[in-house]
């Protein structure tokens, strides 16, 4: 991409619109709209652009976790991959705004590097489910490059001595990291202050579902925003997590009263 080209894409970036939900920013944006700006980021060497996927849970998380709340209001482009940020966006500002999973939203990303032989580097999970991911994609996305993988498990001085060098020498186009929130930004923003990479997003647990060790649900449960219901009832132990959300809904109400 020219520079003259360049510039233009970095000021319609920074200008994009924003609402505020409950302390985190959120851009205005639609699934189209998301994959469009994913295709001119990939394709310019200029900057590293993070694109981040915020649901309610990060939302709560952030306004007692100053790290997590810096992350989620420097990423370039904040998505809501949540239903309950497009009701809260339609009760607080009156916009309907489309949710795009994070989960959906890397494939849409994959399948462009695919068109456009970009090279793609997965960062995070454990080496089994990594190498059962990477056969997986290559399969699903024929003349994908794969150019670099490491596993999740890795210590600063590992990243710093191995990781990031192989990173700076690979140059790959996008970055994908496969880990828990705050951790998968944690490594985001150190490789975007040392190098160059196009494009960068954080995907969880993604890769696990992708090659079937927690199954993603009936489409059903997706289609009607219940994914969050439908992983509480599979896994109990995730209610302390969830308890978010009923507090999420509380404040968007009495946000909404106080306006």
């Given at each position: 991409?020219?520079?003259?080209?360049?510039?233009?894409?970095?000021?319609?970036?920074?200008?994009?619109?924003?609402?505020?939900?409950?302390?985190?920013?959120?851009n205005i944006i639609s699934k189209q709209e998301l994959i469009e700006k994913a295709e001119l980021v990939l394709a310019q060497n200029e900057k590293s652009y993070h694109f981040f996927s915020l649901n309610p849970i990060k939302v709560i998380k952030a306004q007692s976790d100053q790290t997590l709340d810096k992350y989620i209001n420097n990423a370039d482009i904040v998505y809501p991959d949540a239903i309950g940020l497009s009701i809260a966006s339609r009760i607080l500002y009156g916009l309907k705004l489309e949710r795009v999973t994070g989960y959906d939203f890397h494939f849409d990303?994959?399948?462009?590097?695919?068109?456009?032989?970009?090279?793609?580097?997965?960062?995070?999970s454990t080496d089994y489910s990594l190498k059962k991911a990477?056969?997986?994609?290559?399969?699903?996305?024929?003349?994908?490059?794969?150019?670099g993988t490491h596993n999740g498990y890795f210590s600063d001085k590992c990243?710093?001595?191995?990781?990031?060098?192989?990173i700076i020498q690979l140059q790959p186009k996008l970055i994908i990291?496969?880990?828990?929130?705050?951790?998968?930004?944690?490594?985001?923003?150190?490789?975007?202050?040392?190098?160059i990479v196009p494009m960068m997003m954080g995907v969880g647990g993604s890769l696990d579902t992708y090659v079937g060790n927690y199954p993603l649900g009936p489409k059903w449960v997706i289609k009607y925003g219940l994914l969050w219901l439908y992983?509480?009832?599979?896994?109990?132990?995730?209610?302390?997590?969830?308890?978010?959300?009923?507090?999420f809904a509380l404040q968007v109400l009495i946000k909404k009263i106080n306006i």
């Open positions: 991409m020219g520079a003259s080209l360049g510039h233009v894409w970095i000021i319609k970036v920074l200008f994009m619109q924003t609402i505020n939900i409950l302390g985190s920013k959120l990303v994959l399948k462009i590097c695919q068109k456009m032989k970009f090279s793609v580097y997965f960062l995070g990477v056969a997986k994609y290559e399969q699903d996305f024929p003349g994908l490059i794969i150019n990243f710093f001595q191995t990781i990031l060098p192989e990291v496969a880990m828990g929130a705050k951790l998968q930004e944690k490594w985001i923003e150190e490789i975007r202050s040392r190098t992983r509480l009832i599979k896994q109990p132990s995730r209610y302390k997590v969830m308890s978010a959300l009923p507090k």
